[in-house]
Nanobody, 122 residues
Framework: QVRLEESGGGLAQAGASLKLSCAAS????????IGWFRQAPGKGREFVAR????????NYGDSVKGRFTIARGNAEYTVSLQMNSLKPEDTAVYYC???????????????WGQGTHVTVSA
């Protein structure tokens, strides 16, 4: 069992940056893929980025490519999401997820955090 907790959400103006963090407890991230997803009001869950823990391989959704960076965090078994050049359309609840498969499909992830709100004003 993996427990995930997101932090770092909040309010930002368009063009600003925010950094989210996902911390794991209960087990390590070894042999797992950590994904970030987001869900805006009235919309489905959208893939943002993923990182394969063992080799650091990453992949990004088209809407965030070049602006967001997923990486291992400084603390043990944490993953960060650096979000630069934020846009109002980035406003959403951001979720951290973990699972064994290299996939962008939300239902393939076994463990989820509670989410953290990000609001970007124009």
């Amino acid at each position: 069992q993996v427990r995930l907790e997101e932090s770092g959400g909040g309010l930002a103006q368009a063009g600003a940056s925010l950094k989210l963090s996902c911390a794991a407890s209960g087990r390590t991230f070894h042999n797992m893929v950590i994904g970030w997803f987001r869900q805006a009001p009235g919309k489905g869950r959208e893939f943002v980025a993923r990182l394969r823990w063992n080799d650091g391989n990453t992949n990004y959704g088209d809407s965030v490519k070049g602006r967001f960076t997923i990486a291992r965090g400084n603390a043990e078994y944490t993953v960060s999401l650096q979000m630069n050049s934020l846009k109002p359309e980035d406003t959403a609840v951001y979720y951290c997820a973990a699972g064994p498969f290299v996939t962008s499909t939300a239902v393939r992830y076994d463990f989820w955090g509670q989410g953290t709100h990000v609001t970007v004003s124009a």
